[in-house]
């Protein structure tokens, strides 16, 4: 059964430092990789993807992840974090297109993300 | 980008009564969405499989008949929980599949049971 970890709950970090939230999976197959965020109170918005190719894949909001299929990790990153930033980040992985499951994401437990001044 | 929208974004209603929630794609046709429920600093629970034109598909554990889903067109999709009591206190959030296999989540609804 696919699985994915989000290992750190909570992350603070200073205002214009860098940031990397860690997230590992278990997956039968390769995987199709998504990173939302989630502000207080609200829906989920989707940060960026990844499919295939490149394995540096970009995203809004300056935020950057890379797939490391030896790690099973597809970590978050961005050089310069804004307060604006603080919400919770939530890994995704789901099945490449067709089958049954196709679209049926798996979501780690989430890491919260406090910014401070 | 694809939107999505839910009604309402809050509601309270009394124990025992029914509730509506609505979830549109807006720019988009979604032939599946997503329900999910999400208790406080907790990750996203799925509770069903929405399918245009086709019964939901129930994720072991969730009551067919307390969460009536209907997917009646392709771009809209509700969710009905039936006779509601406190324990069905919490932040409902729906999802459409983009062509690639990716989620647009809609806002959330907060509902409340009294």
């Known amino acids: 059964a696919q699985s994915v970890t989000q290992p750190d709950i909570h992350i603070t970090v200073s205002e214009g430092a860098s940031l990397e939230l860690r997230c590992n999976y278990s997956y039968g197959a390769t995987p199709y990789l998504f990173w939302y965020v989630q502000s207080p109170g609200q829906g989920l918005q989707l940060l960026l993807k990844y499919f295939s190719g490149d394995t540096l894949v970009q995203g809004i909001k300056g935020f950057e992840a890379e797939f490391k299929r030896s790690q099973s990790s597809f970590n978050l990153r961005k050089p310069s974090v804004h307060w604006s930033d603080a919400a919770e980040y939530f890994c995704a992985v789901g099945p490449s297109a067709g089958g049954t499951s196709y679209g049926k994401l798996t979501f780690g437990q989430g890491t919260i993300l406090t910014v401070h001044p | 980008g694809a939107v999505v929208s839910q009604h309402p974004s809050w509601v309270i209603c009394k124990s025992g009564t029914s509730v509506k929630i609505e979830c549109r794609s807006l720019?988009?046709?979604?032939?599946?969405m997503f329900w999910y429920r999400q208790f406080p600093k907790q990750s996203l629970m799925l509770m069903a499989t929405s399918n245009e034109g086709s019964k939901a598909t129930y994720e072991q554990g969730v009551e067919k008949d307390k969460f009536l889903i209907n997917h009646a067109s392709l771009t809209l999709s509700t969710l009905t929980v039936t006779s509601a009591h406190p324990e069905d206190s919490s932040f409902y959030i729906c999802?459409?599949?983009?062509?690639?296999?990716?989620?647009?989540f809609g806002p959330g609804t907060r509902l409340t049971v009294t």
């Open positions: 999802s459409a599949r983009g062509g690639q296999g990716e989620q647009y």
């Open positions: 720019d988009f046709q979604a032939t599946t």
